[in-house]
């Protein structure tokens, strides 16, 4: 089985590193003949840091950015806070970084795990069949595959073959977006400034740039193509915050008019859809690159169980089951934030009471740092699996001690692999699914349990409760094993006879 990812952006990359690492053939097509010097994308939330921290690539990430703790915005006649401080995380803040830097790592990893990257090479025709898809490349016939992963972006050239809806709307608002060096003092915080005139959001990448969001009101009718100067920069920065801040430097400009789409299928026959070619939003939150990434992390493993012949009929089919409504949360997230930005006057006499009330109350506001770091996501069980409270639930990185030897559980997640944790006395959660060692790696914990409700867990590859029981016998174990992962050759042999 071969797979074909369009486009070389920050989500091509991760599923090209996973699918690579399993020893799953893969191609990335990119139409870019040149490195990208995109830098839209800055903020890389805890979820997505646990998932790289999975592969081994968040330790190489972190020393690049800035962490922040929190928002800050002054609304009003005071400053509100939101913590990023997630005490169940060994990533407690937001990373900013830009775009670049995350894009380079996982292009990095990619290369080295195998997979092959072809640039200048635009896909303009698409034909699938039972046996595969066959695309054509640069006008001229192309390479056939038996899946293709169309991650090319907001105005996908494969979402647009296979006529898939793009549901949603371009928003009026148009933004600016720089990054700029000042000297002016801010807060380590992701500083926002909300006033009559506009709003202002101000990453810090911690050495001395900062990234300027920018709505201006008195910008809305500036064509989008026009050059975007520091000078204007400068002006409506100061007009907008009333503040006297000083720009030393503008590295990079673009004026930006943000959507709210969402493809209405992920998935058509043999040919998925991922990252901003599934879904796209406001820069407000931070939330694309790194749902992107998520949904590479979601497919891969399933694509991977595809290849090795293990995954369920259902499987594939829950790419778009699982991550659609994690797309659609995105969007509703960005959308309020955006709307909240750029309110009109009316709105804006009663935005900073209506702020403080909602922050002031902890319940709320826990619901609020998890959410937009997507920690909150939990997916629902298969159909006929038996189900607890935490089923299809982040699992916290917690130590464990297997073997004799301490070691984090997210170190013991392999993309390609089940894992199951077995807390009990004798070991035999661990020892029933012998016969699934090709796909599941079993180990008996004798340290900690990271939950005192259950005894044995079973985690999917993508860091995810795939089946939990308090005190389960090994008929149990080997049922929700054998349904997540597919009957073995010896039961296949053993059921035949």
Do not use: C
């Given at each position: 089985m071969s797979v074909i990812v369009v486009g070389a952006g920050p989500t091509g990359l991760m599923l090209a590193g996973d699918l690579a690492a399993a020893g799953v053939p893969v191609t990335v097509l990119e139409k870019r003949s040149m490195e990208s010097n995109l830098t839209r994308a800055f903020g890389v939330h805890a979820r997505t840091l646990e998932i790289l921290d999975m592969r081994g690539c968040a330790e190489a990430l972190v020393p690049q950015g800035y962490p922040v703790?929190?928002?800050?915005?002054?609304?009003?006649?005071?400053?509100?806070?939101?913590?990023?401080?997630?005490?169940?995380?060994?990533?407690?803040?937001?990373?900013i970084v830009p775009q670049a830097r995350t894009e380079a790592l996982l292009l990095r990893r990619a290369e080295e795990l195998g997979a092959k990257i072809e640039v200048g090479t635009e896909v303009t025709g698409l034909r699938q069949d039972a046996d595969g898809v066959t695309l054509e490349v640069n006008g001229a016939p192309g390479p056939t595959a038996d899946f293709v992963v169309a991650c090319d972006g907001a105005h996908s050239r494969v979402r647009a073959l296979l006529n898939v809806g793009f549901t949603g709307r371009n928003y009026k608002t148009k933004l600016l977006l720089a990054d700029i060096r000042t000297s002016a003092q801010m807060q380590e915080a992701i500083n926002g400034l909300m006033g009559r005139d506009g709003?202002?959001?101000?990453?810090?990448?911690?050495?001395?740039?900062?990234?300027?969001?920018?709505?201006?009101?008195?910008?809305?009718?500036?064509?989008?193509d026009a050059p975007l100067g520091i000078d204007e920069v400068l002006e409506s920065v100061r007009r907008v915050s009333g503040k006297d801040i000083?720009?030393?430097?503008?590295?990079?400009?673009?004026?930006?008019?943000?959507?709210?789409?969402q493809a209405d299928r992920y998935r058509v026959g043999r040919v998925f859809l991922a990252g901003d070619a599934a879904h796209v939003n406001s820069p407000m939150g931070s939330l694309g690159m790194n749902t992107g990434i998520q949904d590479a992390a979601n497919l891969a493993w399933k694509l991977t169980a595809a290849h090795r012949g293990w995954a369920p009929e259902w499987l594939l089919d829950s790419y778009h089951t699982e991550r659609h409504p994690v797309g659609q949360t995105a969007l509703r997230?960005?959308?309020l934030l955006l709307k909240s930005a750029v309110a009109p006057p009316a709105v804006q006499l009663i935005r900073p009471y209506v702020a403080r009330m909602v922050l002031a109350t902890p319940p709320i506001t826990r619901f609020l740092r998890r959410t937009v770091a997507g920690m909150n996501?939990?997916?629902?069980?298969?159909?006929?699996?038996?189900r607890s409270s935490a089923t299809g639930s982040r699992v916290d990185d917690c130590e464990l001690i297997v073997d004799g030897r301490r070691v984090r559980l997210y170190e013991l997640i392999k993309p390609d692999r089940f894992l199951l944790v077995d807390h009990s006395?004798?070991?035999?959660?661990?020892?029933?699914?012998?016969?699934?060692?090709?796909?599941?790696?079993?180990?008996?914990?004798?340290?900690?349990?990271?939950?005192?409700?259950?005894?044995?867990?079973?985690?999917?590859?993508?860091?995810?409760?795939?089946?939990?029981?308090?005190s389960p016998s090994p008929d149990q174990v080997r049922a929700a094993v054998a349904h997540w992962c597919g009957a073995t050759r010896n039961s296949r042999q053993a059921s035949s006879v």
């Open positions: 703790g929190k928002f800050r915005s002054h609304m009003g006649r005071g400053d509100l806070s939101l913590s990023f401080r997630h005490p169940e995380s060994r990533f407690p803040f937001v990373l709003a202002i959001l101000f990453p810090a990448f911690g050495d001395g740039w900062y990234r300027a969001v920018i709505w201006d009101r008195a910008q809305q009718d500036v064509p989008m000083d720009i030393a430097e503008m590295r990079w400009s673009t004026r930006f008019l943000t959507e709210r789409r997230i960005s959308d996501i939990s997916y629902p069980p298969p159909p006929g699996l038996p006395e004798d070991g035999a959660s661990a020892a029933a699914v012998a016969d699934w060692s090709d796909r599941i790696t079993a180990v008996v914990n004798r340290g900690q349990q990271p939950s005192r409700r259950y005894t044995a867990m079973l985690l999917r590859p993508d860091g995810y409760l795939a089946w939990s029981h308090r």
